[in-house]
């Protein structure tokens, strides 16, 4: 059974929220959650074709600290505009295979 777009937008939200709240114990002045997920919803809901890019930690300072941004955001606002093109070696790989 399909769900529609406005429940799948809920039950994202919905385990966003439970992550941020799980990571804030864990959380330290210099060590904050980097959020990832999906880009782009709406269109991640009407592909017939879903794909899954699985990556490791993704790496923000030397001394294991960092964080407080997010990956889809930095992808679409930064990125996608091309105010940001730095680790190519990470996602011009994905870009190429994913088209």
């Not at 330290?28 to 009407?46: A, C, M, Q």
């Not at 993704?58 to 093109?85: C, F, M, Q």
């Amino acid at each position: 059974m399909e769900i529609s777009i406005d429940q799948f937008k809920k039950e994202v939200d919905a385990l966003d929220k439970k992550i941020k709240d799980d990571f804030k114990e864990k959380e330290t002045p210099k060590r904050k959650l980097i959020e990832d997920g999906i880009v782009n919803l709406e269109e991640y809901y009407n592909s017939p074709i879903k794909l899954m890019w699985v990556l490791k930690e993704p790496y923000d300072d030397k001394e294991n600290g960092g964080g407080g941004w997010s990956i889809t955001k930095d992808l679409n606002d930064n990125r996608a505009l091309g105010k940001k093109n730095d680790s190519p070696n990470t996602w011009h790989p994905i870009i190429y295979s994913t088209y």
